[in-house]
């Protein structure tokens, strides 16, 4: 078990891309449909479409959240992020997923979202996790977190509300071959 950590991230490195492989890259992809990462929503600029001060009551939305509020991974005003200490978590695990680590950053979701800051996961591309090159990290996993989404529909007289959705959070990257 103490040498676990160290052979793991040495199987993924040996994976190649090319022939029977490929096979077996093709179980690392995410599921398709996750919707990873989020794609950018077709949104109507007009801001009259916007939540107003009114529809901002925090007390209101943070009931109709309930239980549901996850301050880990969300938050209503700008955070302060401490800075990330390596030693505080299970450090052979994180080893393990050297190759392709999730990387946390706080994303401003915009108006229409509440709590409209939330700490996104990616995987980084910038270059090849494999040796020989080739495997991109991609993500893995995603796990959901519940806002609120104001959404305005246009039938006799405008209606606007806030409503619950669930946002996908990339929670696990793997070494994988690109599509
Ligand atoms: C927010 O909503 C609560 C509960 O409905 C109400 O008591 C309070 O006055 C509201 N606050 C503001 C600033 O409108």
Request: glycine fraction near 6%; charged fraction near 20%.
């Amino acid at each position: 078990p103490q040498y676990f950590g160290v052979f793991v991230p040495l199987a993924l490195l040996l994976h190649v891309c090319e022939g029977a492989w490929c096979q077996h890259c093709f179980l690392l992809r995410p599921v398709p449909g996750d919707g990873l990462p989020v794609e950018a929503l077709q949104e109507d600029p007009d801001p009259a479409l916007d939540p107003t001060e009114r529809d901002l009551n925090v007390t209101e939305l943070r009931g109709l959240l309930g239980a549901r509020f996850d301050p880990r991974f969300m938050s209503a005003s700008p955070p302060q992020e401490p800075p990330d200490s390596p030693g505080s978590r299970n450090r052979r695990w994180l080893w393990a997923r050297a190759a392709c680590p999730v990387q946390h950053a706080w994303s401003d979701l915009g108006a229409r979202f509440w709590p409209r800051y939330v700490k996104v996961g990616s995987c980084s591309n910038k270059r090849s996790c494999s040796v020989p090159e080739g495997m991109l990290c991609t993500p893995a996993r995603a796990a959901h977190v519940t806002l609120l989404r104001w959404r305005c529909r246009r039938r006799n007289a405008l209606r606007c509300a806030w409503i619950p959705v669930q946002y996908p959070l990339i929670s696990e990257c793997k070494c994988a071959c690109p599509s």
